[in-house]
């Protein structure tokens, strides 16, 4: 059960979609469709940059369905190469025909790797679109990794502004934050764990004492090695931007993240889409505690953890019904599984203490959970073995 939610979440969020007219291409993080639809998607956007190649739209549509497939291509380095090179040529091509364009900017920014030389023209997108919610989430991630604190404000609540955000996802937020421990860390791992839980904290002023960390951007020496020193770690001589393998660059993650289990005083976190990176090395001391696992050397109670989680610090209406559409609600749905490991621990709980009436609720957000995203199957047996 305690992996279970990683497979589904991926299964889940391809959506088989026929189509033979153009559509928009989102990010896989917003709306993941199949492979066969990405490269449909972006032979029809060529054909319309072949008719108009000023036409600044059909470059970000073009662009956005190779940069997909080349994100799919992570387990095949061939393919991940030719996507990755194509993304580059579209950047040069866009930016010679429609320079003064957000779109040909954003583009050239996004396959930089965050080189510094190429800040200008993320710079250039938000002057050319600040209200456009790529350009936003770009610009306050770089905010967050210079420090710059009044701008990545003043990001976050712009960005928060376009709905951008499923209200599903932030409420999973609002959840995860309220379950951890004053002045807490949290290690999340991508833009649907991150993000939400930035905009709860910037935008509503919910558990600011609690450093949300995406272990990902800890990789970048300048904003780890300011953390470190906000956070009153002791310095860890590590230069990520001189690593020359696969193997070193897992090496150095894994002493960052050790660095934090050893001197960090205060609680620590991992969200449970990460906890699988974490698996072999501290299987032992992470604790499941309701949508995160805590670090602990020693056992912990933590059904009562649980417990209280659920019933005193939740809010779980959204779970049964949902009145918001976003683009990436589908996504948002999907992201309950989470809810899935916590939520049968409680229903063993409550079984074996016979607690009928409480018995029932979870079963039926169970039962819930497994019908909307897809794992009804799972949720059955693992109610059949309780």
Same mark, same amino acid.
């Given at each position: 059960?305690?992996?279970?939610?990683?497979?589904?979440?991926?299964?889940?969020?391809?959506?088989?979609?026929?189509?033979?007219?153009?559509?928009?291409?989102?990010?896989?993080?917003?709306?993941?469709?199949?492979?066969?639809?990405?490269?449909?998607?972006?032979? +029809?956007?060529?054909?319309?940059?072949?008719?108009?190649?000023?036409?600044?739209?059909?470059?970000?549509?073009?662009?956005?369905?190779?940069?997909?497939?080349?994100?799919?291509?992570?387990?095949?380095?061939?393919?991940?190469?030719?996507?990755?090179? @194509?993304?580059?040529?579209?950047?040069?091509?866009?930016?010679?025909?429609?320079?003064?364009?957000?779109?040909?900017?954003?583009?050239?920014?996004?396959?930089?790797?965050?080189?510094?030389?190429?800040?200008?023209?993320?710079?250039?997108?938000?002057? +050319?679109?600040?209200?456009?919610?790529?350009?936003?989430?770009?610009?306050?991630?770089?905010?967050?990794?210079?420090?710059?604190?009044?701008?990545?404000?003043?990001?976050?609540?712009?960005?928060?502004?376009?709905?951008?955000?499923?209200?599903?996802?932030?409420?999973?937020?609002?959840?995860?934050?309220?379950?951890?421990?004053?002045?807490?860390?949290?290690?999340?791992?991508?833009?649907?764990?991150?993000?939400?839980?930035?905009?709860?904290?910037?935008?509503?002023?919910?558990?600011?004492?609690?450093?949300?960390?995406? $272990?990902?951007?800890?990789?970048?020496?300048?904003?780890?090695?300011?953390?470190?020193?906000?956070?009153?770690?002791?310095?860890? @001589?590590?230069?990520?931007?001189?690593?020359?393998?696969?193997?070193?660059?897992?090496?150095?993650?894994?002493?960052?993240?050790?660095?934090?289990?050893?001197?960090?005083?205060?609680?620590?976190?991992?969200?449970?889409?990460?906890?699988?990176?974490?698996?072999?090395?501290?299987?032992?001391?992470?604790?499941?505690?309701?949508?995160?696992?805590?670090?602990?050397?020693?056992?912990?109670?933590?059904?009562?953890?649980? $417990?209280?989680?659920?019933?005193?610090?939740?809010?779980?209406?959204?779970?049964?019904?949902?009145?918001?559409?976003?683009?990436?609600?589908?996504?948002?749905?999907?992201?309950?599984?989470?809810?899935?490991?916590?939520?049968?621990?409680?229903?063993?709980?409550?079984?074996?203490?016979?607690?009928?009436?409480?018995?029932?609720?979870?079963?039926?957000?169970?039962?819930?959970?497994?019908?909307?995203?897809?794992?009804?199957?799972?949720?059955?047996?693992? +109610?059949?073995?309780?």
């Amino acid at each position: 059960m305690k992996y279970l939610i990683y497979s589904v979440l991926m299964a889940l969020s391809i959506t088989s979609v026929k189509s033979q007219e153009l559509k928009k291409v989102y990010s896989i993080v917003k709306e993941m469709q199949g492979v066969s639809w990405y490269k449909e998607q972006q032979k +029809l956007w060529k054909e319309e940059i072949d008719k108009n190649n000023k036409n600044a739209v059909a470059w970000e549509n073009y662009y956005n369905a190779i940069r997909a497939l080349k994100n799919l291509s992570w387990e095949n380095k061939e393919e991940l190469e030719k996507y990755k090179k @194509q993304c580059e040529v579209i950047g040069k091509d866009a930016y010679a025909v429609v320079p003064n364009s957000y779109q040909a900017n954003l583009i050239l920014w996004r396959n930089s790797g965050n080189e510094e030389k190429y800040h200008k023209y993320l710079e250039r997108a938000y002057e +050319l679109s600040p209200n456009n919610e790529e350009v936003l989430v770009n610009v306050l991630t770089q905010a967050k990794l210079k420090g710059e604190k009044e701008k990545y404000s003043t990001y976050c609540k712009k960005y928060y502004k376009t709905n951008d955000v499923p209200s599903g996802l932030l409420n999973w937020a609002y959840n995860l934050l309220s379950e951890l421990d004053e002045n807490a860390i949290v290690f999340t791992g991508g833009d649907n764990d991150s993000y939400p839980c930035w905009l709860m904290q910037e935008v509503k002023g919910i558990r600011t004492d609690v450093e949300v960390i995406n $272990i990902y951007l800890l990789l970048k020496d300048d904003y780890r090695n300011n953390l470190f020193k906000e956070l009153n770690l002791p310095e860890l @001589q590590i230069k990520m931007s001189d690593v020359k393998s696969e193997e070193e660059y897992m090496a150095n993650r894994d002493k960052i993240l050790d660095h934090f289990f050893i001197n960090y005083k205060s609680s620590i976190y991992v969200v449970s889409t990460l906890v699988k990176n974490f698996k072999e090395k501290y299987e032992n001391e992470l604790h499941l505690t309701g949508l995160a696992y805590k670090y602990s050397k020693t056992e912990i109670d933590n059904i009562s953890l649980i $417990i209280r989680n659920y019933e005193k610090r939740y809010l779980l209406d959204y779970l049964k019904m949902s009145f918001s559409f976003n683009v990436g609600e589908k996504v948002a749905e999907n992201a309950q599984v989470m809810y899935l490991p916590a939520l049968t621990k409680l229903y063993k709980h409550y079984k074996n203490t016979e607690q009928t009436e409480k018995l029932k609720k979870v079963k039926e957000l169970l039962l819930s959970i497994g019908s909307r995203t897809g794992s009804l199957e799972d949720v059955e047996t693992i +109610l059949k073995g309780c």
